[in-house]
């Protein structure tokens, strides 16, 4: 009984942590670094007969180089509600048309914007750390009330709050290494 419990907790807190990883690296992908990405206009939402739709559902995007995306709308008609949805987004774009294609350059970011960048990445890197640190400490008030509860032993109780730690020391470093490659990302001219 109190091992399936036990290991509820730690299975718990690993699911948590993965989330927040997961919601970590979500927020780094909305962060523009130089460097042009099809990922980047999954957060842009065109009109779509009505209906917000993400623009790579609405049309293909893909890579024309390093700096500039190439949109090709499914159906012509969505070339200037692409085109208006992508410039009105909070990205800062300027789109051009070229016929049926939309061609999406990406402006150089300057030593004062990668600076704030780097500021609101760190932060956000910050907060996963928090959020982890948070569910490691539920964990352990899980435990701690186990054990007086008696449902536990705290052998059982210093041996899982280790395990707990190395999952967070595992999660905060996979965080630490997240935020050292957006870091760089932003910082590469």
């Keep these: 009984m109190a091992e399936t419990t036990i290991t509820d907790i730690k299975q718990s807190a690993e699911q948590k942590m993965g989330k927040t990883l997961e919601a970590l690296k979500n927020d780094l992908a909305k962060v523009r670094t130089g460097r042009a990405h099809a990922g980047i206009l999954d957060h842009v939402l065109v009109d779509y007969y009505g209906n917000p739709t993400p623009v790579p559902q609405v049309a293909n995007v893909s890579l024309v ?17 692409i085109e208006k949805a992508i410039r009105d ?10 016929g049926d294609v939309i061609r999406v350059p990406m402006p150089a970011l300057t ?5 704030d960048l780097i500021k609101v ?3 956000e890197a910050e ?3 928090v959020a982890v640190r948070n569910i490691r400490r539920d964990a352990n008030a899980s435990l701690k009330d186990m054990v007086k509860a008696k449902t536990a032993t705290e052998d059982e109780e210093r041996r ?3 395990e707990v730690q190395k999952l967070t020391d595992k999660f905060i470093g996979e965080i630490d290494k997240m935020l050292a490659e957006k870091e760089k990302d932003l910082l590469a001219v």
């Design 127 to 129: 907060g996963a750390r």
């Design 121 to 123: 990445v760190r932060n």
């Design 160 to 162: 899982t709050q280790d």
């Design 111 to 115: 030593e004062e914007r990668r600076r």
């Design 89 to 98: 987004g909070d990205l800062g774009l300027n789109p051009a048309t070229h």
């Design 65 to 81: 180089d390093s700096r500039t995306l190439g949109v090709q709308p499914y159906e012509k008609n969505m070339v200037g509600k």
